[in-house]
């Protein structure tokens, strides 16, 4: 129990042997097996992939300020939004969590040493990256402007799509192994890597969810490879599966797609929930209301995943009473949901709420997740959807649920794992203040676009007619959008500033229960010289704050985490 | 529950544009709308219920300097509760679902005795034919005011979406089969038709209009469309193709000598009869154009870049063109040629087209642009 | 990292024991095998519309597989399957000797699938099925139809006797064009359709003759290729009256349905798919007996084997399924 006993009594002095001075040199980090270095150096990509996707949405969103396109031509916009949607979808939100946070805290929170196949976690980064390099490619391949979607038949005319295609596919065909493999690794860790007294119910719902995440992951991935690869070679050779010229159909390509990129929504949005849930019951010190449900929920919402495919398909041309049933199982995926939401309120409920910046973003989420969720019941509902559908209406949704609730939780994440991943605080004021800035600018950016799309505002547009009364809600969303791009730049700001100049953090600076607060900040090379003891990880009142550590220390007065493994 | 929809949404029907729907001026439209605001006002009730437990909570419940003892004691479950708040939106859903349903059945069933229309849709234009006056429009859909309408659709090359949002309909267009919706304008009036499913380079211009008119003038302007270019004077004919057909190759074909998709129609009678152009298969039209040649006369290439897009492709461009086999009436491609010999006397330099171009003929002023301006 | 007698060096540093490490292993692979399954589902999914959609192209297409090659291919699978799960056995008692002999055996059973691969594939091209539109590509010479036909042979023989006589000379070839099937109208992308009844060669014993007759019958851009092709109007020459004569190309069969080339797509994707894992699968039993033969496992440790046949019992499992599906049913 060294570790665990170095947190009670060292104070916020410099670690001297942790994962990050462990070993030194470039080659270290790129080859080493360490998960906490790994899922760092996933945590750099993802950011700087972030920062192109976002770079790009500003200039899609520059272009829209005047009717007929400010910057670009309708070509450069083509190719402009759907390297944003792809970047953002692939590159960004579906590793952000698993791959980069998880991949960090999770062995970890569950008391291993690492995670189960640390050479595969290594194998699964690095195709990450050649993945990566296959976009690249796909820009001086001759562009890609099919949106990430890929819809058939115009991705494989070759008359018309542009070069990149072949190339992006082949890039998401390798992403799609790197986040399988990750899967992989994460199922089998938290199966066959508990510490004795870390049951399935006594683990933190963070690591319930990115299980239910693993779990999409490793089940429908495989799909998403054998649709690209049919959809490459039907381009490359001509095959007749998708193209209507040779006896093709169309549709099957969206119903191959979906049945990967909705349970693929779900990647993006359940480990989310599982952060909020820590973060909100840390935050608010308070034990978690109705684990069993929320834990439940994200097993429900794993499975209710692989049969809502066909809602995104409501105007394809499929049989009205497919549309019918995919609807009805569709609202299935809103109870879950809803029940989330529910039990975090009833966690704020008498807590003791700290305003820091972690658990700003947690009820950030909470209001954003809750507009998202919403009008996802306008799109579930058939006589709305075939209004809704294709238009802002649907962009503004899936930003509220991706990028409001799968990416604001991943920043939260950040915020409330930053002290234990680089062992240094950040600025309080500046992350409350980039907060404000990432909140407001948010629901302008996308708000303003619901209205846009029950206006009937189609989406991929690059210009719009102007008698159609859309210009003043495109200028709204775009002044959002910089608003949201200042609140980024200040966040970037401080958190670099934090590695330079950050105080030094404490083991344990929010009061976390979980066993990634009891070791150092940054955490020893091992995690854990043996494998520690567990307890109820949401049980914070055998913590006190202590004023010389600037941390939470246990209580003397509560029996040692060591002696209640059992009980 | 239909009188619950009905209650809140067409009880008031509004033809205007509301906060959150635009103008409604189709049969379904109160019905969507209706179902619209039923769940808007779900949705605001949750809302306001979360995000007042949100704020109360976290405002009275905040921790406040030097508070540090924390509360092991309140409850960490409780089952009533959460059957409550897992059981009560399934009501909701499941109702939700159901006039979701409804409404989506009568969106999807067409009236037996609805007036069809064929649509075919292409990069990046509308074609609509009336089978019943014999009568194709561009770009352009007039369509009779309360009587159901069904569009029959077809796609020539890529998925697109017929979407009028003024209708609330919506119905994609794919390749390969035959899709189609149904409406029924009550408002005569203009509307504006998108296509919603991304198709390609010029998607966002892939735009059209519907015009509603009550049935007897509706009846009148396609007597008069399906007559026009037969009555046109042959020397009015190329101010009735740049005006009434051009429309159809905007997107492709400029005027002003910039390559689109397809090369320019500016000086490409004389790129013909010089015989300069020159195919992606090695040949030139002067190749082809001699003695017996299949182009000896130029307007054949011209007829058959028409009817036959792919059979010659111009070196530089992709062969993106459907066939217009069908889709034109003889006269009409007569008019396109006509238009292509004498273009610089319906386009200026700038590619701009002129109002009212001197053809020599005696009737200068053009009944047909009266339509075209509409 | 310390390496005491409780801690082994196969055992990674984060494991507990060996059995934990040994466990998740087992479950890593079977997850690892479901990806794989699911990999192959879409496959299986694209067979199953295509069946039901154009249930003629499986009838016509599955009569030009061997399933003598398919059945042989099946036995070698499956006897390769019984050696590796052998090898795991000796491994679990120790045996590292009978280990090194099955797996050799069984890498010589994922060498001769492969290469009865080669075989049929080799077929399969030279007789001009191509997966999707390269199926109709110009024809190679070598691959055109040259019936032996009796009574073509018969008019021309007679022909002959009347001294080459024009008249009987253009009988004779309306006797063959007759015997000729039409050229099918629907090849997408033929656009160079081979005129008139399609290629066609006679069998004489006159070079010559035979050239000539080539010229009647063929467009250019044929006899051109023919010409040119010494070896390939050797293997003309080989048909002797009597033999059975060569396969028709599929381009010229007139039973051939509409988008014949669906069946060899789903064909040579599946099979082909197929095959690389066959190939990875001889790859890592390669990597097995370098370790085996490196004396890396005992009876405590070898669990590289035990999934490592996990992984190839999959491999044969998927083709138990594709035999069927494509040879037999």
Known sequence: ?567 | MMSLLTMIGAAAPSKEATFWMPESASTVAPMVDGLMDFINIVCYIFFALVVAALFYFAIKYRQREGDYTFDSDGPTHNMALEITWTGIPTIIVIVMFWLGMQTYMDLRTAPANSYDVNVTAQKWSWTFQHPEFAVTEANELTVPANRPVRLIMASQDVLHSLYVPAFRVKQDVVPGRYTSLWFEATEPGTYQLYCAEYCGKDHSLMLATVHVLPWDEYQTKMGKLAREYEDIPDSQLPAYAINRLYNRCASCHSLDGSSGTGPSFKGLWDRTVNGTTEFTNGQSVGDLSGPGGEYELAENYIRSSIVQPQRHVVQGFTGAMPSFQGQLKERQIDALVLMMKHLDQVVDADGNIIESPNLGGDDAAEPEQEGASE | MSHDHDHPDFLGHHWENPKQQFEAGKLGMWLFLTTEVLLFGGLFVAYTVWRSNYPELFKYGSQFLDTNWGATNTAVLLISSMTMAMAVTYAARGKMKAVVICLVLTLFGAAGFMAIKYVEYSHKFHEGFYPGLAFYDEPHASELWLPLDETATAAKAHAHQMDMDESAMLHAEALVRAELPEAPADAQNWNKSISGPGPAGLTTNLEQEELAEFTTFLPEFVTGDIEDAGEELAFAEHHEPGEEPHLSHPLQDPTRPTNAQKFFTIYFMMTGLHGIHVVIGGIVILWLLWRTLRGDFNREYYTPIDLGGLYWHVVDLIWIFLFPMFYLI
């Open chain 1, 1 to 567: 129990m060294s570790t665990v006993d170095a947190s009670k009594t060292s104070g916020p002095a410099p670690v001297t042997d942790n994962y990050l001075t462990h070993t030194r040199g470039v080659w270290s980090w790129l080859f080493t097996l360490d998960h906490k270095r790994i899922g760092l150096m996933y945590l750099v990509s993802v950011l700087g992939s972030f920062f192109l996707g976002g770079i790009m949405a500003l200039l899609v969103r520059t272009q829209l300020l005047t009717p007929e396109g400010l910057i670009m031509d309708q070509d450069q916009y083509n190719q402009v939004f759907t390297l944003h949607g792809a970047i953002m979808v692939f590159l960004v939100i579906i590793p952000s969590i698993p791959a980069a946070l998880g991949n960090f805290v999770l062995p970890i929170m569950l008391g291993a040493k690492d995670v189960a196949f640390p050479r595969l976690n290594l194998f699964s980064y690095w195709l990450w990256i050649v993945g990566a390099l296959c976009f690249v490619l796909a820009l001086f391949t001759g562009g890609l402007d099919t949106g990430w979607t890929f819809y058939t038949p115009y991705s494989i005319d070759t008359g018309s799509a542009m070069g990149g295609v072949i190339p992006a596919l082949t890039g998401v065909f390798i992403l799609g192994f790197a986040s399988i493999f990750t899967g992989m690794n994460f199922v089998v860790t938290i199966h066959r890597l508990r510490p004795p007294g870390m049951t399935w119910f006594r683990m933190p719902l963070f690591l319930w969810s990115i299980y239910a995440t693993a779990i999409i992951q490793v089940l429908a991935t495989p799909v998403l490879g054998i649709t690209l690869a049919l959809l490459a070679v039907e381009r490359a050779f001509g095959i007749g599966i998708f193209n209507p010229a040779l006896g093709g159909d169309p549709v099957l390509y969206q119903h191959f797609f979906w049945f990967y990129s909705h349970p693929a929504v779900y990647i993006m949005i359940l480990p989310g929930m599982g952060i909020i849930s820590d973060l909100i019951a840390v935050h608010s010190h308070r034990h978690i209301f109705g684990y069993s449900f929320i834990a439940w929920s994200s097993v429900a919402i794993a499975v209710f995943s692989f049969l809502v495919w066909g809602h995104h398909m409501f105007t394809s041309g499929q049989s009205e009473l497919v549309t019918v049933v995919f609807s009805f199982i569709t609202f299935s995926v809103a109870i879950p949901s809803a029940v989330k939401v529910f039990n975090w309120l009833a966690t704020m409920y008498k807590g003791t709420i700290s305003w820091n910046t972690p658990m700003l973003y947690g009820m950030g989420f909470i209001f954003i997740f809750t507009i998202g969720g919403l009008t996802g019941l306008h799109l579930g509902t058939l006589g709305t959807d075939v209004h809704l559908h294709d238009t802002y209406f649907v962009v503004a949704h899936f930003h509220y649920v991706m990028m409001g609730s799968a990416l604001i939780a991943f920043i939260g994440g950040i915020h409330h794992w930053w002290p234990k991943m680089t062992g240094r605080m950040y600025s309080e004021l500046w992350g409350r203040i980039a907060f404000t800035l990432v909140f407001i600018g948010f629901n302008l950016t996308f708000f303003s676009q619901f209205m846009l799309g029950s206006q009937g505002m189609p989406r991929r547009y690059a210009s719009y007619p102007e008698d159609a009364g859309f210009q003043l809600y495109h200028i709204l969303s775009t002044c959002g959008s910089y608003v949201l791009a200042l609140g980024f730049f200040i966040t970037a700001g401080y958190l670099i500033q934090s590695l330079i100049g950050g105080r030094r953090a404490p083991a344990n600076p929010w009061g976390g229960r979980s066993l990634e607060w009891q070791c150092t900040s940054p955490p020893p090379h091992d995690n854990f010289a043996e494998a520690p003891t567990v307890g109820d990880c949401y049980d914070f009142s055998v913590l006190r704050w202590d004023e010389n550590e600037q941390g939470y220390v246990w209580r003397e007065d509560v029996s040692h985490p060591a002696n209640e493994a059992h009980t």
